[in-house]
């Protein structure tokens, strides 16, 4: 026998209007659970799918009380005892298990287990006969055995108590077999006369009263009890109760109405638990749609007014479009004078240069001039030297006026020179100013131009500013889509979780009711 450590003898107690349903296969694996059982249990409900039952088992059960469990429904009969449990972290709960088999073709298919809560007296009653029967195991010397959930002696100690063992016919059979001895007493003795015949005649009505009470009272009275607890459960009335004592066939039947009555508590309480679920996930569902009805009614006027900003925006941007299309004609246009204007500065710097060689040339006769008038100054002062030196020899200085007068032809040469370069460069300069005239008219042009473009830029810029306008509203209405989806998003979540919580109710329903044949 499996034993599941540690234990610690602290008892669980639950509430008892709780009933703890499970259901195992031919093999004693769980197939499914209610909820109430996996709570009290301690365990999960994915932990205990798949497991075999005896994970609950507690040490303290005596083998023989599942010996006898498992003989009783493998024949395919109910079964009622009171069990200790084990909890997943070694506490203990006390049950009153009702095992049921699910036949199918006349053999066992599956096992239906319906717990409830036993009453104080219950359990100290089954806790000293469990520590007997732990004990005479021990020792090897049982006086006590189980037979369908009931205590039986072993030895003469047990024979008394087996009598209601005896089926009805047999204890009929019985009843009538003692009236005819005791009618035939007379005969047997030998007596004769009136007082042979009122004896049998006494035996006769004796026997048939004595035998017609024990019918009433084991028989039709449990018949009549039977069917008025039977028709409470047929007018859906599961909570009556019935005290009876019947041994026999009455017995077995009240046993198995007390079974069904437990099995359709147990199944509906279940139904109604999984049905109160639906209940409130439905509302839950029912809110978050209309809830989410109204946000996608509101995301719906955010897209219409989204979509008339597109337009305006698209309106804008087709203008924007053909603006652009002048701005790059105007553009090439400022490109053509920009390039003449180009040309023009580059012959007024080939005019300058020419001014610059002219220029330069203009220095160097200045040079020479300079040079010319150094060297006259020199002779002339050579020459009034010698005047006064010569006295009345003046003849030197009639070679000495021949040199200035050829110093002065030269001056006078290189002055010529001088004007003539010097009216080149004012040519030169004239020609310049006319070039730099020419120039200052295509840099007008390309003001004018630049000008037409700086408006065309300024609309684009108006343009741009509306387009602007029409993209923040777009924005903003983008953020409130956005906003709206996540929380559409969060809802539908809720939606998920909420369809997944009823898919478990769902599942855990049918599995509740699976096993009916119907």
Same mark, same amino acid.
């Given at each position: 026998?499996r034993?599941? $450590?540690?234990?610690?003898?602290?008892n669980?107690? $639950?509430?008892?209007?709780?009933? *703890?349903?499970?259901?195992?296969?031919?093999?004693?694996?769980?197939?499914?659970?209610?909820?109430?059982?996996?709570?009290v249990?301690?365990?999960?409900?994915?932990?205990?799918?798949?497991?075999?039952?005896?994970?609950?088992?507690?040490?303290?059960?005596?083998?023989?009380?599942?010996?006898?469990?498992?003989?009783?429904?493998?024949?395919?009969?109910?079964w009622?005892?009171?069990? =200790?449990? @084990?909890?997943?972290?070694?506490?203990?709960?006390?049950? &009153?298990?009702?095992?049921?088999?699910?036949m199918?073709?006349?053999?066992p298919?599956?096992?239906?287990?319906?717990?409830t809560?036993?009453?104080?007296?219950?359990?100290?009653?089954?806790?000293?006969?469990?520590?007997?029967?732990?004990?005479?195991?021990?020792?090897?010397?049982?006086?006590?055995?189980?037979?369908?959930?009931?205590?039986? @002696?072993?030895g003469? &100690?047990?024979?008394?108590?087996? @009598?209601?063992d005896?089926?009805l016919?047999a204890?009929?059979?019985?009843?009538?077999?003692?009236?005819?001895?005791?009618?035939?007493?007379?005969?047997?003795?030998?007596?004769?006369?009136?007082?042979?015949?009122?004896?049998?005649?006494?035996?006769?009505?004796?026997?048939?009263?004595?035998?017609?009470w &024990? $019918?009433?009272?084991r028989?039709v009275?449990?018949?009549?009890?039977a069917?008025?607890?039977a028709?409470?459960?047929?007018?859906?009335?599961?909570?009556?109760?019935?005290?009876?004592?019947?041994?026999?066939?009455?017995?077995?039947?009240?046993? &198995?109405?007390?079974?069904?009555?437990?099995?359709?508590?147990?199944?509906?309480?279940?139904?109604?638990?999984? #049905?109160?679920?639906?209940?409130t996930?439905?509302?839950e569902?029912?809110?978050?749609?209309?809830?989410?009805? =109204?946000?996608?009614?509101?995301?719906?006027?955010?897209?219409?007014?989204?979509?008339?900003?597109?337009?305006?925006?698209?309106?804008?941007?087709?203008?924007?479009?053909?603006?652009?299309?002048?701005?790059?004609?105007?553009?090439?246009?400022?490109?053509?004078?920009?390039?003449?204007?180009?040309?023009?500065?580059?012959?007024?710097?080939?005019?300058?240069?020419?001014?610059?060689?002219?220029?330069?040339?203009?220095?160097?006769?200045?040079?020479?001039?300079?040079?010319?008038?150094?060297?006259?100054?020199?002779?002339?002062?050579?020459?009034?030297?010698?005047?006064?030196?010569?006295?009345?020899?003046?003849?030197?200085?009639?070679?000495v006026?021949?040199?200035?007068r050829?110093?002065?032809?030269?001056?006078?040469?290189?002055?010529?020179?001088?004007?003539g370069?010097?009216?080149?460069?004012?040519?030169?300069?004239n020609?310049?100013?006319?070039r730099?005239?020419a120039a200052?008219?295509?840099?007008?042009?390309?003001?004018?131009? #630049?000008?037409?473009?700086?408006e065309?830029?300024?609309?684009?810029?108006?343009a741009? @500013?509306?387009?602007?306008?029409?993209?923040?509203?777009?924005?903003?209405a983008?953020?409130?889509l956005?906003?709206?989806?996540?929380?559409?998003?969060?809802?539908?979540?809720?939606?998920?979780?909420?369809?997944?919580?009823?898919?478990?109710?769902?599942?855990? *329903?049918?599995?509740?009711?699976?096993?009916?044949n119907?």
């Open positions: 026998m034993a599941n $450590f540690p234990v610690t003898q602290n669980y107690d $639950f509430p008892g209007d709780e009933l *703890l349903v499970s259901v195992t296969n031919t093999k004693g694996e769980i197939t499914h659970c209610n909820p109430a059982f996996a709570r249990s301690g365990f999960e409900y994915e932990d205990l799918i798949g497991q075999p039952h005896n994970l609950i088992r507690h040490p303290d059960m005596p083998s023989a009380a599942f010996k006898d469990m498992w003989r009783t429904i493998a024949h395919g009969y109910p009622t005892g009171i069990v =200790k449990n @084990r909890r997943r972290n070694g506490d203990h709960y006390w049950v &009153r298990a009702n095992v049921t088999p699910i199918e073709g006349g053999k298919q599956g096992y239906l287990s319906v717990r809560k036993p009453s104080v007296q219950d359990i100290e009653t089954a806790e000293a006969l469990y520590a007997d029967m732990n004990a005479q195991a021990q020792s090897g010397q049982e006086t006590l055995r189980l037979r369908g959930g009931e205590v039986r @002696r072993l003469l &100690r047990g024979l008394w108590a087996q @009598r209601s005896v089926g016919l204890r009929m059979v019985i009843m009538l077999m003692l009236v005819v001895v005791v009618t035939m007493l007379p005969d047997m003795l030998g007596w004769q006369g009136v007082a042979a015949w009122g004896l049998r005649l006494a035996a006769l009505l004796l026997g048939s009263a004595w035998i017609a &024990r $019918f009433q009272a028989c009275s449990g018949i009549e009890e069917n008025m607890w028709a409470q459960m047929a007018s859906c009335n599961l909570t009556s109760t019935h005290a009876h004592n019947y041994t026999g066939a009455v017995g077995t039947l009240m046993a &198995r109405l007390q079974q069904i009555q437990i099995n359709l508590r147990a199944v509906v309480g279940d139904v109604l638990t999984e #049905v109160q679920g639906f209940n996930m439905s509302k569902i029912s809110l978050s749609s209309l809830d989410l009805a =109204k946000r996608t009614e509101s995301q719906a006027t955010d897209l219409e007014q989204t979509a008339a900003s597109i337009e305006e925006i698209t309106g804008t941007v087709l203008q924007t479009a053909d603006t652009a299309q002048q701005m790059e004609q105007e553009s090439n246009q400022s490109k053509a004078v920009v390039s003449r204007s180009g040309e023009a500065i580059q012959e007024v710097g080939e005019a300058m240069e020419r001014i610059r060689q002219s220029s330069t040339r203009m220095r160097e006769i200045i040079g020479v001039i300079e040079s010319i008038a150094f060297q006259t100054n020199l002779l002339a002062l050579n020459a009034a030297v010698e005047a006064a030196r010569a006295g009345e020899q003046g003849r030197g200085f009639a070679v006026a021949g040199e200035v050829a110093l002065a032809q030269r001056s006078a040469t290189a002055a010529k020179e001088i004007g370069l010097i009216n080149n460069t004012v040519a030169g300069i020609d310049g100013n006319a730099m005239q200052g008219k295509t840099i007008d042009g390309m003001v004018d131009a #630049v000008q037409r473009v700086s065309l830029v300024h609309q684009i810029s108006l741009t @500013r509306e387009q602007s306008i029409g993209i923040a509203q777009v924005n903003e983008v953020a409130s956005d906003a709206m989806t996540q929380q559409n998003a969060a809802m539908v979540e809720q939606s998920s979780s909420s369809a997944d919580a009823l898919h478990t109710h769902a599942s855990r *329903l049918q599995r509740s009711v699976a096993f009916f119907v």
